[in-house]
Nanobody, 115 residues
Framework: VQLQASGGGLVQAGGSLRLSCAAS????????MGWYRQAPGKERELVAA???????NYADSVKGRFTISRDNAQNPVYLQMNSLKPEDTAFYYC??????????WGKGTLVTVSS
């Protein structure tokens, strides 16, 4: 499974960005896809995830501001980020988890929110 992420950038506080992640390869193996982020000096954390059945899960810090969605099945997956805050600044990583709990990662895309 290969993951290609895009959509990061610089935005002012209160602004919006949309991240996209496209999976290729053995996508039939994927059960869930999501986004994690890692800020300097901090551990990587789950931001949002969506399963093949459409169930979603969000970090408390982004509930009501971020929305994860997909076009069909698992591909592509989008993360719409609204009302961005400086504390949302981080590298964002696309993740795909297979039915056998194997994780695949895309390259990080930087989101910078200026105050």
């Amino acid at each position: 499974v290969q993951l290609q992420a895009s959509g990061g950038g610089l935005v002012q506080a209160g602004g919006s960005l949309r991240l996209s992640c496209a999976a290729s390869g053995s996508i039939f193996r994927i059960n869930a896809m999501g986004w994690y982020r890692q800020a300097p000096g901090k551990e990587r954390e789950l931001v949002a995830a969506i399963t093949s059945g459409g169930m979603t899960n969000y970090a408390d810090s982004v509930k009501g501001r971020f929305t994860i969605s997909r076009d069909n099945a698992q591909n592509p997956v989008y993360l719409q980020m609204n009302s961005l805050k400086p504390e949302d600044t981080a590298f964002y990583y696309c993740n795909a988890r297979t039915w056998t709990l194997v994780d695949y990662w895309g390259k990080g895309t930087l989101v910078t929110v200026s105050s």
